[in-house]
C-alpha cells in the first residue's frame, strides 16, 4: 500500500466522525438525530475514500457514497448489504445541512449507526487484507533480538 500514511489519516477522521455519532446518541438529550446522520454519512464516505487510497485510487470530491462504491469496484465486491449501507446513508452528507430537507426519525438513526458500522467492518476487514504481514526476521530486528 503505497497511501498507508493518507489512508491512516483518512481512517483518524472517519473515526472522529464515528465517536462523535456515537457519544451524540449515547449522550446529548434530546438527541441531534440529523446531525448523527450526518455523522454517520461522513464517517462512511472518509472510510470509501481510504480504501479507495489504499488501492491507489484516485480521489473524487464527492459525498455521494454510491459513486465512491462504484470507483472501488475495479478492487473489490460488494455484497448487498454493503451496497444497500452505502445507498442508504447518501443523503445524510447533503441534504441533511438543510433545514426541512429530510424527517429524520429516532429509526433513521438507528439504521444509520447499523449502516456506518456494516461499511466499517467492511472497510477495516479490505484493508487488513492489503496490509504487508510482517515478516520475522523484521518483527525480530524491531525487538533487538
Known amino acids: 500500500m503505497k497511501n498507508e500514511s493518507d489512508v491512516k489519516e483518512w481512517l483518524r477522521y472517519a473515526d472522529m466522525d464515528i465517536l462523535s455519532a456515537n457519544h451524540l446518541n449515547e449522550i446529548q438529550y434530546p438527541k441531534p438525530l440529523e446531525i448523527i446522520c450526518y455523522h454517520c454519512q461522513q464517517a462512511a464516505e472518509k472510510m470509501l475514500k481510504a480504501l479507495i487510497l489504499a488501492y491507489d485510487g484516485e480521489l ?46 429516532e429509526y ?15 472497510v477495516a476487514s479490505k484493508i487488513k487484507e492489503l496490509q504487508t504481514p510482517i515478516s520475522i526476521e523484521e518483527s525480530n530486528n524491531d525487538k533487538n533480538i
Open 108 to 122: 433513521h438513526v438507528s439504521k444509520a449507526l447499523s449502516d456506518m458500522k456494516t461499511l466499517y467492518d467492511f
Open 60 to 105: 473524487q470530491k464527492t459525498h455521494d457514497l454510491g459513486l465512491l462504491v462504484d470507483e472501488l469496484s475495479e478492487f473489490v465486491t460488494f455484497s448487498e448489504d454493503i451496497l444497500n449501507a452505502a445507498d442508504s446513508l447518501t443523503p445524510y452528507g447533503v441534504k441533511i445541512r438543510y433545514p426541512q430537507e429530510l424527517n429524520i426519525k
